[in-house]
């Protein structure tokens, strides 16, 4: 066996011992799945309060109302936003979506404006991933909202 195939072999031998399904929540857990105990184990880590609802998860943090949508393969959070006194030009929409590098936003069948953002389980994550991925789209609601406010027409 050559030397690139033992560090290989080593590598993969280290990576099988550290992938798990396991319940138990810590640091460097690789989940490859969102099964409902991780997100609700991490939901209740974070302090955030939240709902079961037939897709996934209403969550409710400081006033604020995000879906979170779950498969075994990944997690989608979402906000619609519904304002009927400003129209939103959609070359703002656009505008946004290609400067943002995590969510992305659009108008909906229902004229509801839609900012989502979506974590992959495809090759693992990890506790600490979620959470940042949670952290990382309330900020960009946050962005996206005075962004918006900017750009409306009254």
């Known amino acids: 066996m050559n030397i690139v195939n033992k560090i290989v072999l080593s590598l993969v031998l280290s990576l099988s011992s550290t992938i798990t399904y396991a ?7 690789i989940y490859l799945v969102a099964t409902p105990s991780l997100i609700e184990d991490t939901m209740n880590h974070m302090q955030v309060s939240f709902s079961t609802i037939p897709v996934g ?3 409710q943090d400081n ?3 995000f879906v979170m949508i779950c498969s075994e393969e990944r997690i989608k959070l979402g906000v619609g936003i519904v304002d009927s006194k400003h129209e939103i030009p ?3 929409l656009n505008a946004w979506n290609r400067q943002s ?3 992305r936003a659009y108008k909906d069948a229902n004229n509801v ?4 953002a979506v974590l992959s389980f495809k090759g693992g994550t990890t506790q600490p991933a979620i959470m940042m991925f949670y952290n990382d789209f309330r900020n960009d609601i946050n962005v996206f909202m005075k962004y918006m406010s900017n750009n409306v027409v009254s």
């Open 90 to 92: 959609l070359a703002k």
């Open 101 to 103: 590098n995590f969510t």
């Open 23 to 29: 319940d138990t929540m810590d640091d460097s857990t």
């Open 113 to 116: 404006l839609v900012v989502e």
């Open 57 to 59: 998860y209403l969550i």
């Open 63 to 65: 006033g604020a109302e």
